[in-house]
């Protein structure tokens, strides 16, 4: 299994809970009218759900959890 995520930088981090949808829908939309890639793919957003779930799941159990 891979280490653990240790520390986390605020690099291409969307802002608070407040502005963070609203930012995200921006660029979306800005990717769209300029034709360009989103920086998020649909794999990240794949990840995030896992992510959730396995804390979830680890929560639950108290036990660590692995995802790929």
């Given amino acids: 299994p891979e280490a653990p995520v240790r520390t986390w930088t605020r690099q291409n981090d969307w802002g608070?809970?407040?502005d963070a949808?609203?930012?995200e829908h921006q660029h979306l939309y800005e990717c769209i009218r300029h034709g360009t890639?989103?920086?998020c793919q649909a794999g990240d957003g794949?990840?995030?759900v896992q992510l959730?779930?396995?804390i979830l799941q680890s929560s639950q159990s108290g036990q660590p959890v692995f995802f790929r």
């Fill in 16 to 18: 608070t809970n407040d």
């Fill in 21 to 23: 949808f609203p930012n």
């Fill in 37 to 39: 890639s989103p920086i």
């Fill in 46 to 48: 794949l990840q995030a």
């Fill in 52 to 54: 959730a779930e396995a």
